[in-house]
C-alpha cells in the first residue's frame, strides 16, 4: 500500500512518514490480479495467477492483492494458491521477506471469513475490507445513514482483526466523500484495529489538488493517523490516475482494472526514479523486471500494454530532429533509458515521413552498408559491442571509428 506523500505539501508528507525523507519507504501494494482481473475479458486462470504474483514477487512488490475470495469458488483457489506459493518466493528480493498477500473482502462476517480462510496460507497476510463512504453510494447503492456505516466499519474491522493483525480499510468512494465524514469513519476503524487505509478515487473523478488535500486534511485531523500507513488507490476515468497518486502507489500493471483502469505501477515507480528530489521516498521495485512482467500480463490477459515505460513506441523516436538529437546524445530525448526498464533498446530510431538524413545514415550503418565515419575514439555509442568494436578495428579506414551501430549514444 502506497504512503502518502504530496509534492506541495511536505509537512503533511512528513506525518505519513515517521522517519526521514529520504529514507522513507514507499510500500508497493499491487492489485493486477484483484481489480486488474476486473477489466473486462481480463480474467485469468489459477496457474496465471500464480505465474503473474511469482513475477509480481521478482518485481519487488511489496503487497499483492491476490484476488476476491467470496467471488467464486476459482478466485478462492487463486488466492489460496498464490498465498501458499508466495512463502517459497524470496529469492533476489531486496527486503529479504516473502511477499505479503492480500484479499479483498465486503465488510461483513462471511466475505471476511472466506478471505482469511484463502490468505492465511501465506507466511504475510492481511484482510483488506471496504465499504462506501460516499453519500450517493450510502444513499442508492447501500441505503444506510452515515451512523450505520460507520457501526458496520468498525465492527468488521474489529471481527477481521480476531483473525489477523494486518488490515487494511477502503472507504469506497473516498474521491467524492464528505471529508469531514472521513475524518470520523477513519478514526472509527483506526481504533478498531485498522493498519492500513486507502482512500479509493473510485470512480477516477478528482484532480490532483483535491486528492492530496483529501490526504493532508485526514492526516492532520484523523487521532492515529501516524499509527497507520496511507495508501491511495486511483481509476483512470479522467486520465488523471498517474497523476492523483504520484505519492503514493498503489497499482496495477499495464493499467488494466474497472473501467478506464488503475494507475500504472510503472508510470508512478519511473516517475519516483526519475525525479527522486521531488519524491524523497524509496521503494524496492527492481525496474528492470518491469518489461517482463508487463509483457507477462499482457501475454495472459490478452490486453497489450500501449503506453508509457511499457508500450511498443514508448522509447521509439520518428521525427529527424529527435533522432539527430538521439543520436548525438541519447539524454536529449529520452529521460528514461530503456534499459532501466528491462525494455529492449535496439531499433529505437523509427524511420518514418518526419525522420531526416541523419537516422537513414545511421539505419545503413546498422544494416552494414555503411560505415560509422567518427574518429576512432570518438564515438560515443555505448551500445556498440565488444565485437562491433573489434570489427572497427580492423577498418582499413583506421583513423575511423568504423562500428557498424547505429544504436544512440548512452549519456
Ligand atoms: O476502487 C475501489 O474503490 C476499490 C475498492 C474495493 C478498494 O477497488
Ligand atoms: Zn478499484
Known sequence: VAACCRLRRPAASARAFSAEPATDKLVIFDTTLRDGEQSPGATLTESEKVEIAKQLSRLGVDVCEAGFPIASEGDFAAVTQVAKTSGQLTDGRRSGQPMRIAGLARANKKDLERCYEAVRHAPLHRIHTFLASSDIHLEHKLGISRAKCVEISSSMVAFAKSMVDDIEFSPEDA???DPAFLVELCEAVIEAGATTIN????????????????????????????????????????????????????V????????????SLEEVVMALRTRPHLFPVHCDIETKQIMRTSKMVATYTGIAANKAIVGANAFAHESGIHQHGMLKHAATYEIITPESVGAD????????????????????????????RRRRGSCSRARCSPTRRTTATRSPRRRRCGCTRSAPAQS
Open 345 to 372: 533498446s535496439s531499433n529505437m530510431l523509427v524511420l518514418g515521413k518526419h525522420s531526416g538524413k541523419a537516422a537513414f545514415r545511421a539505419r545503413l550503418i546498422e544494416l552494414g552498408s555503411r560505415r560509422c
Open 175 to 177: 474521491g467524492r466523500s
Open 252 to 263: 496495477t500493471l499495464n493499467s488494466l482494472g474497472e473501467r478506464a483502469g488503475n494507475t
Open 199 to 250: 482512500l479509493p478515487d473510485t470512480v477516477g473523478y478528482t484532480l490532483p489538488d483535491e486528492y492530496s488535500s483529501l490526504f493532508a486534511h485526514l492526516i492532520a485531523n484523523v487521532k492515529g493517523a501516524d499509527r497507520i500507513i496511507w495508501s491511495t488507490h486511483c481509476h483512470n476515468d479522467l486520465g488523471l490516475a498517474t497523476a492523483n497518486s504520484l505519492a503514493a502507489v498503489e
